[in-house]
């Protein structure tokens, strides 16, 4: 596929994707069986709703129209789309047979290869959903301490311990039952203090603790986890989305910080459904206890997937290779909303793992106006992108370079002239 260019491009038109619109939104709740990839998130007639193919760094839409791709599956395809180490992988696992009536010497040597980049765990259990992986931590937690309240901190999956907090703990719309407010506490905003709260209310009864780390100050998290430790609590890090592009050991490793069990999943197969929980053998011996298991943790595509992305891992001396040309970014990023003066109003969170332009003070991210800015602004370019970005080892210099420069447009162009008035406008810088 062509690289995107990074100057202006001419209009397109979206006539099949918006009839595709039409029917699947008929025959499919919000369009999509993923919501996170639901065309409700993005801005249907103005960018990319449908994908055709993908190669690399850049997908195809269904009318033709080749975009640079940051988003790259909501952040599961590190490698790029349509690897070729990958798919020849999966292929030849294809042709032996994809699911057996028994387990294939596959998983246990996946198995191996992941304990041993991460170096310091026992065992691990497959699973197929990040959100399974830490429900499953949480039967393994709950079964070693004999205790049955959780902690929940931000959103770890769809399931009712995760979304009654994480959706503004009103269980009835959302088909949860209100008994799930018995053993289940929410703690919003990465907040020691809060938290320390929260486990001084339940002490005795807390079973876990579950923090997405890279969300969190070194400082906090390491008062956190601290802080649960004293309370005979199991630490759990939800690494869902950031164990691997944090880094080679995910955010534990990159902090020099350990949970007791880690939660990973996004980008361990490069696109395909995978997810483990690691730790050590006393708490890992539960699983088989607590009925942990699924009938297709152990299918073998993914599992040849992971494999080759492991043997990627092994042969790349900085991963990821995205993530110094991502700080440079980040920083001109940074020094352009002060030199316009919008440090009151923008901000970026995040990394290189993963990052956002956003409104400051406005806490859903969805309805956040610059948001909807951005991605117009960037569709100009044919830069895909929902309003986060996520980048892969498909992502050059060229690719980060055209990144960057749309991003400082988006900025300079802030706020759009149709929002303003004439006044506001002169005052806006």
């Not at 047979?97 to 246990?108: H, Q, Y």
């Not at 876990?208 to 100050?217: E, G, S, Y």
């Not at 691997?244 to 490793?253: D, L, S, V």
Request: glycine content about 8%.
């Amino acid at each position: 596929m062509e690289p995107a260019a990074s100057s202006d491009l001419l209009p397109v038109d979206f006539p099949l994707s918006l009839r595709w619109l039409e029917k699947s939104e008929r025959i499919i709740p919000a369009g999509c069986s993923t919501l996170a990839k639901s065309p409700s998130r993005v801005l249907p007639g103005t960018t990319a709703i449908c994908c055709a193919e993908a190669n690399g760094a850049y997908f195809k839409d269904i009318d033709g129209n080749t975009w640079l791709d940051c988003e790259m599956a909501m952040g599961t395809v590190p490698w790029g789309h349509a690897r070729r180490e990958v798919e020849e992988a999966v292929v030849a696992q294809l042709r032996r047979g994809v699911s057996f009536s028994l387990p294939a010497p596959l998983e246990a040597e996946v198995a191996d290869r992941v304990l041993q980049r991460f170096g310091r765990y026992d065992a691990l259990r497959f699973c197929k959903s990040g959100a399974d992986a830490v429900t499953g931590a949480l039967r393994i937690a709950r079964a070693a301490t004999g205790r049955q309240i959780v902690v929940a901190t931000s959103y770890h999956g769809w399931h009712d311990w995760s979304a009654y907090g994480h959706y503004g703990r009103q269980p009835g719309p959302l088909g949860i039952p209100d008994s799930v407010a018995d053993t289940t506490r929410w703690v919003g905003g990465s907040d020691p203090a809060a938290l320390e709260s929260v486990l001084a209310q339940t002490w005795g009864a807390c079973a876990a603790v579950v923090l997405c780390p890279n969300t969190w100050a070194v400082a906090d998290l390491r008062r956190a986890v601290s802080s649960c430790r004293r309370a005979g609590a199991v630490v759990v890090f939800d690494e869902v989305t950031s164990g691997i592009r944090m880094g080679r050991q995910a955010t534990a490793g990159e902090y020099g910080l350990w949970p007791d069990l880690m939660c990973i999943s996004k980008g361990m197969a490069n696109g395909l459904p995978l997810a483990a929980v690691l730790g050590p053998a006393e708490l890992m011996d539960q699983a088989t206890h607590t009925k942990f298991s699924n009938a297709h943790s152990s299918e073998c595509l993914a599992l040849a997937a992971a494999l080759a992305c492991e043997d990627l891992m092994s042969r790349t001396p900085l991963w990821p290779t995205w993530r110094d040309r991502t700080a440079v970014m980040l920083d001109r990023l940074n020094a352009e909303i002060t030199r316009l003066g919008l440090d009151t109003e923008l901000v970026v969170e995040g990394t290189h793992a993963s990052f956002a332009l956003r409104s400051r003070g406005i806490a859903d991210f969805w309805s956040d106006p610059f948001r909807e800015h951005l991605i117009r602004v960037l569709a100009r370019k044919r830069i895909f992108s929902k309003g986060y970005l996520v980048f892969s080892d498909a992502h050059g210099p060229e690719e980060l370079e055209t990144v960057e420069s749309a991003l400082l447009t988006t900025l300079r162009e802030w706020p759009p002239a149709s929002s303003v008035t004439p006044s506001q406008r002169r005052t806006a810088r």
